[in-house]
């Protein structure tokens, strides 16, 4: 789930703590850098900062990826 924004970033919401961590995980280990969001009290979303169309198309496979294999 992506929350509605009208900012530079996507707030994506993995359902769970443990969706999070490892879709966090997954996105790091393809030198994606996202911020986990539990300080504002949503352990399960990510902030996704928008990038150029490269970097969007590589957030978007990465993502689809985890979700595959989740």
Known sequence: TVW???G???LADFGTV???RAA???LRARGLIVRAMG???LPHCL???IG????CRR????????KAMS
């Open 4 to 6: 509605p924004s009208e």
């Open 8 to 10: 530079n970033f996507i």
């Open 18 to 20: 443990d969706a999070c």
């Open 24 to 26: 966090d995980s997954r």
């Open 39 to 41: 300080g504002y009290g």
């Open 47 to 49: 902030r996704i900062t």
């Open 52 to 55: 150029d169309e490269a970097a």
């Open 59 to 66: 957030v978007v496979a990465a993502v689809a990826q985890f």
